[in-house]
T-cell receptor
Framework: DTGVSQNPRHKITKRGQNVTFRCDPI?????LYWYRQTLGQGPEFLTY????????KSRLLSDRFSAERPKGSFSTLEIQRTEQGDSAMYLC?????????????FGPGTRLLVL | GQNIDQPTEMTATEGAIVQINCTYQ??????LFWYQQHAGEAPTFLSY????GLEEKGRFSSFLSRSKGYSYLLLKELQMKDSASYLC??????????FGQGTTLQVKP
């Protein structure tokens, strides 16, 4: 059973550096979502793709953030010039638009610490 | 606007029943999800309601009233492993999930 996978699981970086995270969704899922979660809070929506098209971006996603899903399969989330406030868990989820309810299944997350 | 409210913390005893409430205020409603999240782990899907009423799945049940903007998650026969955060999330008409802050449930022996 191949669920959603994310790499790396942990990332420590210095302020000002760029980081890139990867998400591999469940293979038959056409939608892919990125969320950010800080301690004691629920996940916050960042952006999502349907196949390779990026259909919505949150206002939380500043110009320093960019996401791609070039072939409609895996996705990358890049943060440029990281700031300490970017420290969080970055969660990826995937879903299929067919079927009931479009349940999103989450990957294990990438925990980012910006020093 | 979109506002999901749920209690921050709850405590219950092993073997008991606990109800976690969630209220939401939004337009473009497309369903209400409950997820379980253990510390340091990803959220895992528990239940989905789009029509009014109760959905039962083993020890867990979820209820929805769309007219009241209200849902609850009912956990029966509590076990120690049920200690976790329980996230209520509303699905918008674009598919994204809007989460509450989560309810941390502590199950005591």
């Amino acid at each position: 059973d191949t669920g959603v996978s994310q790499n790396p699981r942990h990332k420590i970086t210095k302020r000002g550096q760029n980081v890139t995270f990867r998400c591999d969704p469940i293979s038959e899922h056409n939608r892919l979502y990125w969320y950010r979660q800080t301690l004691g809070q629920g996940p916050e929506f960042l952006t999502y793709f349907q196949n390779e098209a990026q259909l919505e971006k949150s206002r939380l996603l500043s110009d320093r953030f960019s996401a791609e899903r070039p072939k409609g399969s895996f996705s990358t989330l890049e943060i440029q010039r990281t700031e300490q406030g970017d420290s969080a868990m970055y969660l990826c989820a995937s879903s299929s638009t067919s079927g009931r309810g479009e349940t999103q299944y989450f990957g294990p997350g990438t925990r980012l610490l910006v020093l | 606007g979109q506002n999901i409210d749920q209690p921050t913390e709850m405590t219950a005893t092993e073997g008991a029943i606990v109800q976690i409430n969630c209220t939401y205020q939004t337009s473009g409603f497309n369903g209400l999800f409950w997820y379980q999240q253990h510390a340091g782990e990803a959220p895992t899907f528990l239940s989905y309601n789009v029509l009014d009423g109760l959905e039962e799945k083993g020890r867990f049940s979820s209820f929805l009233s769309r007219s009241k903007g209200y849902s609850y998650l009912l956990l029966k026969e509590l076990q120690m492993k049920d200690s976790a955060s329980y996230l209520c999330a509303e699905s918008s008409n674009t598919g994204k999930l809007i989460f509450g802050q989560g309810t941390t449930l502590q199950v005591k022996p």
